[in-house]
């Protein structure tokens, strides 16, 4: 347990050190038609896409970033689909090119990213943010994300997340590149309020084996507990008579994702 994690600190990089590690706390808000929210406690990983962690032998099946988890699933490595995603939209990355992903890693065989975060950035500045929001289905949308000085932007829902909403309104988004702390939100906006809020807080950690230990044991199983939390909550609004919106692709069930 001496080990280090291997790291992509360098004077020529802009941005966040990495790897990192976000001890965090997730919520979700349903203001309507039914009221109801939660919390739950997790952490995530912050990782430069060119410099994925290498971590000690004994931990690697605690922390896994396969290509197949994210995007389609079918590009060569991480960056390389995060890099055609770009170039489907125009943007191509400068010099020092360096793309961040938050998310959480596969965890003893098992993974769910609700939201995965990429920061990419070049030599001038930020260039794109994309946001890749996966539903308990299944499916995967990415958003580009051309953000404000504060990390804020607005892009129409796409992908059917719950069974309890439509796709159609937008989401409002505040994607600021994680510091010491992390700070997310995505509020669905329908007819000019928000009927669900999710938002994320952590505090960074540097992502020593020592660090991702004590994580692991705090939140055993984290990716799993997470996907199980939005089914039972998708199964108690679903009794409390939260109508079914059905997807005109496949027919859903009370145990999607609850937003």
């Known amino acids: 347990m001496g080990a280090t994690v291997s790291s992509s600190t360098s004077p020529n990089h802009a941005g966040p050190t990495t790897p990192a590690l976000y001890e965090s706390v997730v919520g979700h808000v349903r203001t309507a038609p039914v009221h109801n929210a939660f919390t739950h406690r997790t952490y995530y990983w912050l990782v430069d896409l060119d410099h994925l962690p290498r971590l000690p032998l004994l931990l690697r099946p605690l922390a896994g970033f396969r290509t197949a988890d994210h995007g389609d699933g079918d590009a060569s490595t991480l960056r390389a689909g995060v890099d055609t995603f770009l170039a489907e939209h125009g943007i191509t990355l400068g010099e020092e090119p360096r793309v961040l992903m938050l998310c959480q890693a596969r965890v003893l065989g098992y993974v ?88 994320v807080r952590g505090t960074r950690r540097k992502a020593t084996p020592g660090a991702l230990l004590r994580a692991a044991l705090r939140h055993p199983l984290a990716p799993l507990v997470a996907a199980a939390r939005i089914r039972l909550q998708g199964i108690g609004l679903y009794l409390r008579g939260l109508p079914v919106q059905p997807d005109r692709n496949k027919a859903p069930t009370p145990t999607g994702t609850p937003r």
Request: net charge positive; with cysteine.
């Open 112 to 199: 769910f990213n609700p939201l995965t975060v990429y920061w990419c950035r070049d030599r001038t500045g930020l260039r794109a943010v994309v946001a890749e929001v996966h539903n308990t289905y299944g499916d995967r949308h990415r958003y580009l994300v051309h953000t404000d000085d504060r990390g804020r932007a607005t892009v129409d829902k796409a992908l059917y997340v719950s069974p309890f909403n439509r796709v159609e309104g937008h989401y409002r988004l505040t994607l600021p590149e994680p510091g010491p702390r992390l700070s997310l939100t995505v509020a669905l906006h329908r007819h000019g309020h928000p009927p669900f809020t999710a938002t």
